[in-house]
């Protein structure tokens, strides 16, 4: 069964600073996306990812997927307040399902 | 506005009740996605059913139930119902089976349930 792994689980970072959050997965997968949800709210499709090597960039995040290592990265570009949210990635699970990790709390600091 | 309605918003009922919960995909999808999300389990994929037909499940108690009517939108029954079904219910929606590829599931604003 697909398992799905993020990390950090909280992260806390000064603004202007960069970092990058994680995404492991167990079994192959052709399909990775990101979602943005801040609190009490729905969740918002950030990144859609197909293929090896794909990568994708929004202003200051950038993702990227590595097929073969089975790893997913979401990259912050000197971080600002407003992307305070807990970030999610989900791998498809055969044609119909995605598996969501266990999301990334991120908290940016003035 | 995503363009996928859920209702009610807020939902607070007792142990041992039944919930319907309405979910209206965006206008031309056909798949409807359920999620539960709670704060020690994350989100769980529950059911995905596509033009009226089950497709995918989940994670999904004996006691819940759903389907998806002919105009597309589907009711997620939750029966008998426990202090630990207390959660954040997501609908999503996609065009395809497997999720848009462009953009993947669209997510209504959810249905905050709460069992006392």
């Known amino acids: 069964e697909l398992k799905v792994e993020q990390n950090p689980l909280f992260l806390s970072m000064q603004e202007g600073k960069n970092y990058t959050i994680y995404c492991n997965y167990s079994t192959t997968s052709d399909r990775l996306y990101w979602y943005r949800q801040d609190p009490g709210k729905s969740l918002e499709s950030l990144f859609v990812?197909?293929?090896?090597?794909a990568v994708k960039q929004e202003g200051r995040l950038m993702a990227s997927l590595d097929t073969k290592a089975r790893l997913s990265t979401l990259h912050i570009t000197a971080a600002v307040h407003d992307l305070s949210a807990t970030y999610f990635c989900?791998?498809?699970?055969?044609?119909?399902?995605?598996?969501f990790g266990t999301g990334t709390r991120l908290k940016v600091l003035a | 506005d995503s363009g996928v309605t859920q209702t009610p918003k807020h939902l607070i009922t007792a142990t041992g009740q039944r919930v319907t919960l309405r979910c209206s995909p965006r206008?031309?999808?056909?798949?409807v996605y359920w999620y539960q999300q709670s704060l020690d389990q994350g989100l769980q994929f529950l059911i995905q059913y596509y033009n009226g037909e089950e497709r995918a499940k989940g994670n999904i108690l004996e006691r819940f139930s759903a389907q998806q009517f002919p105009d597309l939108h589907s009711e997620l029954n939750l029966s008998s119902l426990e202090l630990g079904d207390s959660a954040l219910y997501f609908c999503?929606?996609?065009?395809?089976?497997?999720?848009?590829?462009?953009?993947?599931?669209?997510f209504g604003s959810g249905t905050r349930l709460t069992v006392v």
């Open positions: 206008s031309g999808d056909l798949s």
């Open positions: 999503a929606s996609s065009g395809g089976q497997g999720g848009s590829a462009n953009y993947g599931y669209t």
């Open positions: 990812l197909l293929s090896n090597g």
């Open positions: 989900a791998v498809a699970s055969g044609t119909y399902k995605y598996i």
